[in-house]
């Protein structure tokens, strides 16, 4: 193989920086922005533990994919703390060569048991999902599946264990709106930066309707009221949260605006799925297969090759369409976000 690390560049001129690796497809919460409980019952066809790509799959994968530029991976699901042995997995790929960040994305309610496995596996940080702060709305959001101080409790234990923490908060109108303050307020107090996203139609059961997407402009200003913010620079190219500081302090929260404020021109991030498929968009209709060419013998030129083009060929820029023409973008079939993560 050649190992020169050429970062790879897509049709549009982004090139490949992050790597979002589902281990599984299954969940043990059916919130309805993502797996609803009455599509996702207890005869959904899940993905059978054949199918899953292996841990060592996994890693041979990611060497590849350094090779291309990628320099940070997130593990995501699903819900990845249903996979046995995680920390494993993280040790694995904190150890390839040109690895230099690894992050997961989790509901928290299995992690206070698993944070500082996870930390000495050598994780770096974890964004945690939660919606509300209010039990009742809490449980109606998550199909009553978990209660919002297990969360609470997965917060501490990361931060304990020396996580980096960050914490997502999805708005829906008419749903949660009314916890934008009461957990801004929360975890300015608290300190793990916070996180606002707005509502997407990602996959093709959510019943996403523009209708309840409260903007970031809704969000900035309700926030603002109160606790009034000033911008404050990204972090890094490609960075998806627009940033704000609180005034006087440094205490920060972001925004994921992919509905009213897109971010595709800078999008470094391809996405592999529990059963080894590559996307290259949230909002993707089909991956490409890599698993059938990795365990059909495929050599690491061939592999690597294959990944190239993909990502050369690479155009998507489904928030930037979906901005322009709102409610009139033909509604296509899209891979479920529980499939290859958010």
Same mark, same amino acid.
């Given at each position: 193989?050649?190992?020169?690390?050429?970062?790879?560049?897509?049709?549009?001129?982004?090139?490949? %920086?992050?790597?979002?690796?589902?281990?599984?497809?299954?969940?043990?919460?059916?919130?309805?922005?993502?797996?609803?409980?009455?599509? @996702?019952?207890?005869?959904? +066809? @899940?993905? +059978?533990?054949?199918?899953?790509?292996?841990?060592?799959?996994?890693? %041979?994968?990611?060497?590849?994919?350094?090779?291309?530029?990628?320099?940070?991976?997130?593990?995501?699901?699903?819900?990845?703390?249903?996979?046995?042995?995680?920390?494993?997995?993280?040790?694995? &790929?904190?150890?390839?060569?040109?690895?230099?960040?690894?992050?997961?994305?989790?509901?928290?309610?299995?992690?206070?048991?698993?944070?500082?496995?996870? =930390?000495?596996?050598?994780?770096?940080? *974890?964004?945690?999902? /939660?919606?509300?702060?209010?039990?009742?709305? @809490?449980?109606?959001?998550?199909?009553?599946?978990?209660?919002?101080?297990?969360?609470?409790?997965?917060?501490?234990?990361?931060?304990?264990?020396?996580?980096?923490?960050? &914490?997502?908060?999805?708005?829906?109108?008419?749903?949660?709106?009314? $916890?934008?303050? +009461?957990?801004?307020?929360?975890?300015?107090? =608290?300190?793990?930066?916070?996180?606002?996203?707005?509502?997407?139609?990602?996959?093709?059961?959510?019943?996403?309707?523009?209708? $309840? &997407?409260?903007? =970031?402009?809704?969000?900035?200003?309700?926030?603002?009221?109160?606790?009034? /913010?000033?911008?404050? =620079?990204?972090?890094?190219?490609?960075?998806?949260?627009?940033?704000?500081?609180?005034?006087?302090?440094?205490?920060?929260?972001? *925004?994921?605006?992919? &509905? #009213?404020?897109?971010?595709?021109?800078?999008?470094?991030?391809?996405?592999?799925?529990?059963?080894?498929?590559?996307?290259?968009?949230?909002?993707?209709?089909?991956? #490409?297969?890599?698993?059938?060419?990795?365990?059909?013998?495929?050599?690491?030129?061939?592999?690597?090759?294959?990944?190239?083009?993909?990502?050369?060929?690479?155009?998507?820029?489904?928030?930037?369409?979906?901005? #322009? /023409?709102?409610?009139?973008?033909?509604?296509? $079939?899209?891979?479920?976000?529980? @499939?290859?993560?958010?």
């Amino acid at each position: 193989m050649n190992n020169e690390n050429v970062t790879w560049s897509d049709a549009l001129g982004r090139p490949l %920086r992050d790597l979002r690796i589902s281990v599984t497809d299954r969940c043990n919460f059916r919130c309805r922005y993502c797996m609803p409980a009455e599509v @996702f019952g207890p005869d959904y +066809p @899940f993905l +059978p533990r054949e199918e899953l790509l292996t841990f060592e799959e996994i890693l %041979r994968l990611v060497r590849l994919f350094v090779a291309g530029g990628v320099e940070k991976v997130r593990i995501t699901g699903g819900e990845p703390l249903l996979r046995r042995d995680l920390p494993r997995l993280v040790e694995m &790929v904190k150890g390839v060569e040109g690895i230099r960040d690894v992050a997961l994305t989790t509901n928290a309610s299995l992690l206070a048991g698993q944070a500082r496995a996870l =930390k000495e596996a050598g994780l770096d940080r *974890v964004n945690i999902s /939660l919606d509300a702060l209010d039990p009742q709305v @809490f449980a109606r959001m998550n199909g009553h599946r978990s209660d919002v101080r297990r969360v609470l409790a997965g917060i501490e234990a990361a931060e304990a264990a020396g996580l980096q923490v960050k &914490v997502n908060m999805v708005v829906q109108k008419g749903v949660n709106e009314d $916890q934008i303050l +009461p957990m801004a307020r929360y975890f300015r107090e =608290k300190g793990p930066i916070l996180r606002f996203i707005e509502f997407m139609d990602v996959g093709n059961s959510n019943g996403w309707d523009l209708k $309840q &997407v409260v903007s =970031k402009g809704e969000i900035l200003e309700t926030i603002h009221q109160e606790m009034p /913010l000033e911008k404050i =620079k990204p972090n890094y190219y490609g960075e998806v949260a627009d940033r704000y500081r609180y005034q006087g302090s440094e205490r920060e929260i972001g *925004v994921i605006a992919s &509905v #009213t404020d897109t971010f595709c021109s800078s999008c470094t991030r391809a996405r592999l799925s529990a059963d080894g498929r590559l996307f290259t968009c949230l909002f993707a209709t089909e991956g #490409t297969d890599l698993r059938g060419p990795l365990r059909g013998g495929a050599g690491d030129e061939e592999l690597l090759n294959r990944m190239k083009a993909v990502w050369s060929r690479r155009r998507d820029r489904y928030s930037d369409e979906r901005h #322009t /023409l709102t409610e009139d973008l033909p509604r296509k $079939q899209k891979v479920e976000m529980s @499939f290859i993560g958010g």
